[in-house]
């Protein structure tokens, strides 16, 4: 037939095999691309990335409530471990408080043992020296007292003794006078030498007065300074005990006065009473993001290809006859 209408007919051909051709890939594209035209359904790889992005966005729903999950319980975790770690600082600072207050109540007590001894010392220091004093004062009594006894005992011997010379005197005249009377002496020479006798007599007489005098006298001196040592003594004992009793009061004061500084330092120990912190804010909840839901797309309509354009066979015949004509036309013109 090619011959006939100018290869118009294969041409035509050809051209039909050429639209068919787009229309087989047009529809195997849209089928592979929307799955079957004629279906309502979505299919094909539409189908199949739209299932793979649903597939995916449930995973990334529970990989985000995993994520969420593990933060929520790793902040709850970091909340209970903070709330550990404030109620342990609080025992250590309650520990150390109690130990604080436990030295001090050692030391304070260390203070009133170091105190009591401290006034026991100084009850047995003011108790030596009061006896002392005592016996000081009781040695310079005994000793006034004897020499009191001594110097009352030498004014007796001085009286005594005078006394007894005076009464030897006056035997030793009436002797000499009753001597001279019996010698025979008489008349006046007689009383004369009597009389002088009896005067002699009289001036050692008061002779021994005087010197009884004298020494009574010296012993009233002795014992006037004795009395006058003896209130000395007196009210230097006097002033010595109250000199310690002033020195014991000044010692008690110092040991109260050292004792309540001890307290003071002993008190400066304690440590303030820790209070505990205050508690840590709970954690919240995270927030969950929303998820916009997957575009499912809808299926496109299939691409239309137009037929393909056709060739007239009549006119391919008449214009190959035409051609035959003219090309036969040429031969015989050129043969003549």
């Not at 100084?122 to 006894?149: H, K, M, P, V």
């Amino acid at each position: 037939m090619g011959w006939f209408d100018g290869g118009a007919s294969e041409r035509n051909e050809y051209a039909n095999r050429q639209v068919e051709t787009t229309r087989k890939n047009i529809r195997a594209n849209y089928e592979f691309e929307w799955g079957d035209p004629n279906s309502g359904e979505l299919g094909g790889e539409a189908k199949r990335k739209y299932d793979y992005a649903v597939e995916g966005l449930e995973i990334l729903k529970r990989n985000t409530e995993d994520n969420i999950a593990f933060q929520e319980a790793e902040r709850e975790q970091q909340y209970d471990y903070g709330m550990g770690i404030r109620e342990y600082e609080h025992t250590q600072n309650m520990r150390a408080f109690d130990a604080s207050v436990a030295g001090a109540v050692s030391q304070q007590s260390f203070n009133e043992i170091a105190t009591n001894a401290a006034i026991l010392d100084q009850d047995r220091y003011i108790n030596e020296q009061l006896l002392s004093l005592a016996f000081d004062e009781t040695e310079s009594l005994l000793e006034y007292g004897a020499a009191a006894a001594g110097l009352g005992l030498k004014k007796r011997q001085v009286k005594a003794g005078a006394a007894t010379q005076a009464q030897a005197e006056r035997i030793s005249a009436l002797k000499a006078t009753g001597q001279a009377a019996a010698r025979g002496v008489s008349g006046r020479s007689a009383g004369k030498q009597i009389q002088g006798m009896i005067a002699e007599s009289g001036a050692r007489q008061a002779a021994i007065i005087d010197e009884l005098m004298f020494n009574a006298e010296a012993v009233d001196n002795d014992f006037m300074r004795l009395n006058q040592q003896f209130a000395i003594d007196q009210v230097a004992f006097e002033t010595s005990r109250e000199s310690a009793q002033l020195s014991d009061m000044a010692a008690r004061t110092k040991i109260t006065q050292q004792a309540l500084q001890a307290a003071m330092k002993a008190a400066s120990g304690i440590m303030l009473k820790p209070e505990i912190a205050p508690p840590l804010p709970k954690p919240y909840a995270l927030p969950r993001p929303e998820f916009q839901d997957i575009y499912k797309p809808k299926k496109p309509p299939m691409t239309q290809v137009a037929d393909a354009m056709q060739e007239s066979v009549g006119a391919g015949i008449l214009n190959t006859g035409l051609q035959i004509a003219s090309v036969a036309f040429s031969g015989i013109s050129a043969f003549k």
